[in-house]
C-alpha cells in the first residue's frame, strides 16, 4: 500500500533555480526519509526527519514536516544538473523497520 | 559507498525458471531487504532479514523466497519465475530498523521474464 504520495510526479527547471518537491502520507509516522535514484543506480539516503522535528537542512537541501497536514516538503536550492534524479519519500508509521516508499518525483534540472 | 553488491546486475530468463539473486554486503548490517521497483508503483518490500536465518515477509512477497544463512549474504529466489515478475529488484542494508535508520542500496538486479 502506499503511504507516501510525492508531488508534483515530474519537475523540470533551469540550472540554479530552486526545486520543491512534496510527500503527503496516510498514517502517524515516527520517521520520514528522502532519497535520491539516479537513473540506474540504487537508492542514496539523503536526509531522515524526525516526527517531533519541523525543520532539517544538510547543504543544499533543506526538509520539512508538518505533522499535523501529514506532509513533507523536500527544497534544493540553487540547483544544479547533477540534481538531475528521482527523489523518494518514504515513511516508517511504526516500529516495524520497513519503509513504505512513494511513487517518486522526477526532477530534470536544465543546463 | 556502502559496500553491497548485487548478482546478477542482468539476467533473462524464461517463464517456468528458477531464479536466484544474490545480495552480499561488507558492512556487517544486521538487516537486509529485497525491494522491486515497478513503474507507478515505486519500491515494494519483498522480504526482509533481521539476522542470520531470520526472515519476515513484505508487502509482496507470493512468488518469492529468501535465505540467509550468513550475514553477509541474502538471497532471492523466485521459485518459478512469471512474467509479472520482470522487474528492477534492490537489495538493502541497514545497521538498526529500518525506519530508525537509512538503508543503503546496491545498484540493482533488472530482471526480464520472457
Known amino acids: 500500500s502506499q503511504q507516501g504520495e510525492e508531488d508534483p510526479q515530474a519537475l523540470s527547471i533551469q540550472e540554479g533555480e530552486n526545486a520543491t518537491m512534496n510527500c503527503s502520507y496516510k498514517t502517524s509516522i515516527n520517521n520520514l526519509q528522502w532519497y535520491r535514484q539516479n537513473s540506474g543506480r540504487g537508492l542514496v539516503h539523503l536526509i531522515l526527519?524526525?516526527?517531533?522535528?519541523r525543520e532539517k537542512h544538510s547543504g543544499r537541501l533543506r526538509v520539512t514536516l508538518d505533522t499535523s497536514k501529514k506532509s513533507s516538503s523536500l527544497l534544493i536550492t540553487a540547483s544544479r544538473a547533477a540534481d538531475t534524479a528521482s527523489y523518494f519519500c518514504?515513511?516508517?508509521?511504526?516500529?516495524?523497520?520497513?519503509?513504505?516508499f512513494g511513487q517518486g518525483t522526477t526532477l530534470q534540472v536544465k543546463p | 559507498d556502502a559496500g553491497i553488491t548485487q548478482s546478477p546486475r542482468h539476467k533473462v530468463t524464461e517463464t517456468g525458471t528458477p531464479v536466484t539473486l544474490r545480495c552480499h554486503q561488507t558492512?556487517?548490517?544486521?538487516?537486509m531487504y529485497w525491494y522491486r521497483q515497478d513503474p507507478g508503483h515505486g519500491l515494494r518490500l519483498i522480504h526482509y532479514?533481521?539476522?542470520?536465518?531470520?526472515?519476515d515477509k513484505g508487502e509482496v512477497s507470493d512468488g518469492y523466497s529468501v535465505s540467509r544463512s550468513k550475514t553477509e549474504d541474502f538471497l532471492l529466489t523466485l521459485e518459478s519465475a512469471t512474467s509479472s515478475q520482470t522487474s528492477v529488484y534492490f537489495c538493502?542494508?541497514?545497521?538498526?530498523?529500518?525506519?530508525?535508520?537509512?538503508?543503503?542500496f546496491g545498484d540493482g538486479t533488472r530482471l526480464s521474464i520472457l
Open positions: 526527519i524526525r516526527s517531533n522535528e
Open positions: 532479514s533481521y539476522g542470520v536465518k531470520d526472515t
Open positions: 518514504a515513511t516508517d508509521n511504526g516500529n516495524t523497520g520497513k519503509l513504505i
Open positions: 558492512e556487517n548490517h544486521r538487516y
Open positions: 538493502a542494508i541497514s545497521e538498526l530498523k529500518g525506519g530508525n535508520q537509512p538503508q543503503h
